[in-house]
């Protein structure tokens, strides 16, 4: 597969993961997102850009989560930005009613699985298995109930916390079907959906990402 990493920063930060989200067809970013940043980024992951706010924020990334069957929203979103995906894009739209309104913080899925906090209960599980098509597990990682900020994947590979422990990642590798990692991001922060956009067509990376983490991402996701 002919995929890619590129650097890219978002409000001139590389905190990218908090503000976008991104299947292979589409990709959300906030209202007022600067056109040219927005085209640039539709080129390297091959999606069409929609912008929206959720919860009357830019947090997108950091307040959704979503794959290539749904996409669920906070209990906080609006009724109008539940609408918009709604009636703009093919997504099953799902709203979780938890008190973890990041959802991209607890949640973490590709099209064969999903990871979710401990903290979520099973009705929340049901939800989530039935509006994104996949198996559901809830497990810590790197002793952290916020198991979503520190697993990043697309349906190949993913990228883990560095101090996620050998046995939870074999478990995890298995669910999701994937190749994974350990690593940092933007120059060793751990939690590494804050710092990676990734679909089936590209590997976006924080601006501040260093040649060893670049390695990591390749092993990762390339091989």
């Known amino acids: ?23 292979d ?16 980024l539709a080129e390297y992951l091959n999606i069409e850009i929609f912008y929206t706010a959720i919860a009357n924020t830019r947090l997108i990334g950091t307040l959704s989560v979503m794959n290539n069957k749904g996409v669920l929203l906070p209990s906080t979103a609006y009724q109008d930005e539940y609408d918009y995906l709604k009636n703009e894009t093919d997504l099953e739209v799902g ?3 938890t008190k973890f309104n990041a959802l991209g913080n607890v949640i973490c899925a590709n099209d064969k699985g999903a990871i979710v906090s401990p903290a979520l209960s099973k009705e929340h599980c049901k939800i989530i298995s039935d ?5 559901v597990l809830q497990k810590k990682i790197a002793g952290s ?15 883990i916390h560095p101090e996620a ?18 690593t940092s991001i933007n120059g060793g922060v751990p939690y590494v ?5 990734a679909n089936n067509h590209c590997i976006v990376v924080g601006s501040m990402t260093s040649g060893s983490e670049i390695m990591n991402l390749t092993r990762a996701f390339l091989n």
């Open 145 to 159: 109930h916020l198991s979503g900020v520190s697993l990043k994947v697309n349906n190949t590979g993913g990228v």
């Open 95 to 97: 709203v979780l009613d």
């Open 165 to 182: 422990e050998e046995k939870d990642i074999e478990i995890i590798a298995d669910l999701l079907s994937v190749n994974i990692e350990q």
């Open 131 to 135: 509006v994104m098509g996949v198996e």
């Open 193 to 197: 959906t804050s710092g990676i956009l």
């Open 1 to 23: 597969m002919d995929m890619d990493i590129v650097k890219y920063d978002v409000y001139r930060q590389p905190n990218i993961g908090i503000y976008i989200n991104v299947n």
């Open 25 to 40: 067809t589409i990709g959300l970013v906030p209202m007022g997102f600067a056109e040219t940043k927005a085209n640039k």
